[in-house]
Structures are given as C-alpha cells and as structure tokens.
C-alpha cells in the first residue's frame, strides 16, 4: 500500500487520482505506459504531460474534466482558443443554454442585416462582436453539456 500524500498544494492531476482512490504505484498499473516516478514528477510539476498522458489519466481517473483543464490551462493553442469549462449541475448549465438561445435568437434578424452582403462594415462591428459573444456562451454551454454527459458515463450514472 502507497503512502498518503501530506502535500498542500497538489495539482489537479494529483487531486484527480486521489478523488480515483489510486496510489501512484496502482494507477501506473492502470496507465500502462506510465511509470509512477513519471507520475510524481507530473504531480510534482517538475516535467510537463504530454497530451496522450492526459487521455489515459482522464480515462484511468474517470475525470473527462481533466483533458479540458490541460487543454486551456497547459496547451499553448488551447490557452488562446478553448474556454476553461467549470463543473455545473445539469440545470444550470440548461438554464444558461436556454438564455443564450433566447438572447440569439432575438438577434439573428440583426445577424442577416450584417452578414447578407457578405461585408462586415464598420458601424455593424459593434453588433457583430455581440453576436459573437453570445455565440461564444452558447459554445461553452454545448461544451459543458457534453462534459456533464461524459462525467456520467464515466461514473457509470445513467438510467436505463
């Protein structure tokens, strides 16, 4: 039996395979092709994981979470281009969807008058970049749904 980290400030890759209950040793067993020095030096923070490492912990720990946390907190592209997602409930993230769909669609009339030329002109940016914005809350309120049904799956909480 592994002994129990006293650490203070572990990562979230640590927190992960602890809320898994696996020890270093066990969840290098789980991993394969991951050695638990590798794991500790992950935890550690003395090397950075590869995003093939990230799959197989999120998979092992049952934490889909995991891949999005990397990909916006540790991948350089995914630092400017994928939104850091929070974990909700599933009425919450249903009540937010269905205020972005309303506020969209109030504006889609405005998104034809700006878009059927083809030209984006400079008195409708103002608008446009609105629109975008709204269009930016809907993608985070899809990519939430999506990571609500993994986790259930993962946790092996569906109805039949």
């Known amino acids: 039996m592994g002994k129990k980290s006293i650490k203070e400030n572990k990562n979230v890759y640590q927190i992960s395979r602890e ?7 066990q969840a290098s067993e789980a991993l394969i092709f991951m050695s ?3 794991i500790e030096k992950i935890e550690s923070e003395k090397c950075e994981p590869h995003p093939d490492e990230i799959l197989a912990m999120a998979k092992a720990y049952k934490k889909p979470s995991l891949c999005n946390y990397y990909c916006s907190n540790e ?18 993230i249903t009540l937010e969807m269905l205020s972005t769909i309303n506020i969209l669609s109030k504006q889609k009339d405005r998104l034809v008058e700006i878009t059927v030329d083809g030209k984006i002109t400079k008195d409708e940016m103002k608008d446009f970049l609105l629109i975008k914005t709204e269009l930016d ?10 990571l609500w049904i993994d986790q259930m799956v993962a946790d092996g909480k569906w109805v039949e």
């Open 19 to 25: 809320d898994a209950g696996l020890t270093r040793s």
């Open 75 to 92: 991948c350089p592209i995914g630092q400017l281009h994928v939104p850091e997602l929070k974990e909700k409930d599933l009425a919450q």
């Open 137 to 146: 809350k809907m993608t985070v309120s899809i990519e939430s749904l999506k």
């Open 36 to 38: 638990d020095s590798r």
